[in-house]
């Protein structure tokens, strides 16, 4: 506006035949950005239209791309004052801070897609390093789990795998220490015995040689048969077969075929119904080795009890025994470990063992105590329960 003041001011005074205009315009041009310029009317061709407005109102506003140009007509001398500016059209402007705004719009826009894929970027290269790390040999190596990653189920399913891994690996080493410590004995008795026979020649003698050869080869078959037993508690190799259990009538169902030469058995069962949810055949297995640790340990008596504590059904079996230390109780329950006691009795330590790796996928937690009333040892087996409401009928 300023400027259309001004360069009207300057085309009157321009407008004036008497005026050397030339040393006006020079010193306007060195001292302003606007540059002035005259040249003769005809000289300027416009469209009709323009023409027509030009010659009625005298001035005259241009915009290319170069910017605006002001256009004032002089009628006394018969030429055009132009007045060339930096200023940009309107829409140009507008165009030129759209494109500013559309900018920092996409530029925000990554910005906050690297804000919210920068954790998922992170957890994935933790998820690399440890998996490199992993394969490199450290079995140690473990993903630590946030409910808040975008990959938790990824981390909480490798976390799995490297657990099971692990334990493979440990499994083969103690089947490896086991058979490689445990098949010498029987395996050095078997070449003295053949070794006996071959220099022997009183029938007597052959046939108790073969009767210690054939108690070896009973020893030998029997480690195998344990091994292949534990192997098989593979969980990725067993679809157990879930069913709803009321444990006071299926233990008194599965305790009335228990006989011994040497054991008296007493069943405490608990005064309600105990509901719960597994499979009777390792359900069974479990119990069959609780039974076999307490007849093996025990002097004379052994006693099953089951009790309801918050929620949680305790099997116990206990026996009256020497019992078993704390520290040694964290032992026993590895494979093929076998307690102070059992030094002398038969058995490779795979009993407990057994009742743990079951108890690992069945959900039924294995504990060692002092037993109260028989002195020994008490083997608790935990499992959780069932609303008995919910399921009125069960398998007994």
């Excluded at 990653?149 to 493979?168: G, H, P, V, W």
Aim: hydrophobic content about 40%.
């Amino acid at each position: 506006m300023a400027l259309k003041i001004a360069g009207t001011s300057l085309s009157r005074t321009l407008d004036d035949p008497k005026l050397d205009s030339q040393p006006l315009i020079k010193g306007w041009n060195r001292s302003n950005d606007e540059q002035l310029s005259l040249i003769n009317e005809t000289s300027f061709p416009l469209p009709p239209s323009l023409k027509l407005q030009f010659e009625s109102q005298g001035f005259l506003v241009l915009e290319s791309d170069e910017g605006v140009s002001l256009h004032y007509r002089l009628p006394n001398i018969g030429k055009v004052l132009n007045i060339k500016t930096h200023l940009l059209p309107l829409e140009d402007q507008s165009l030129a801070l759209n494109r500013i705004y559309t900018t920092l719009f996409y530029v925000g826009i990554v910005i906050i897609l690297l804000l919210w894929v920068s954790p998922l970027i992170r957890q994935l290269l933790n998820l690399s390093k440890v998996t490199k790390s992993f394969g490199m040999g450290d079995l140690q190596q473990r993903i630590q789990v946030n409910r808040s990653s975008y990959i938790a189920e990824i981390e909480t399913e490798f976390n799995r795998m490297a657990d099971r891994i692990s334990q493979l690996v440990d499994d083969n080493k103690l089947l490896s220490r086991a058979v490689s410590h445990d098949l010498k004995t029987p395996i050095a008795r078997l070449r003295f015995g053949i070794e006996a026979l071959e220099e022997t020649d009183s029938e007597t003698l052959k046939l108790k040689y073969f009767t210690r050869i054939n108690r070896d080869l009973d020893t030998m078959e029997e480690l195998v048969s344990t091994l292949l037993s534990y192997a098989r508690l593979d969980q990725a190799n067993i679809e157990p077969n879930l069913e709803v259990i009321e444990l006071n009538s299926w233990l008194e169902d599965k305790l009335s075929t228990y006989s011994s030469a040497t054991h008296q058995l007493e069943f405490k069962p608990n005064s309600q119904p105990i509901i719960v949810q597994s499979d009777p055949k390792y359900l069974s297995m479990q119990l069959g080795n609780l039974l076999s640790n307490a007849e093996r340990f025990g002097v004379s008596q052994i006693a099953v009890q089951l009790e309801l504590k918050d929620g949680i059904a305790e099997l116990s079996v206990s026996d009256d025994g020497k019992g078993i230390d704390e520290e040694e109780a964290k032992q026993v329950i590895k494979p093929f470990v076998r307690g102070l006691q059992s030094r002398d009795n038969a058995g490779h330590g795979m009993g407990l063992a057994i009742v743990m790796r079951i108890g690992a996928w069945m959900g039924s937690k294995l504990s060692i105590h002092r037993s109260q009333n028989l002195g020994g040892a008490c083997m608790r087996l935990s499992l959780p329960t069932l609303d008995k409401e919910k399921h009125p009928t069960v398998n007994k």
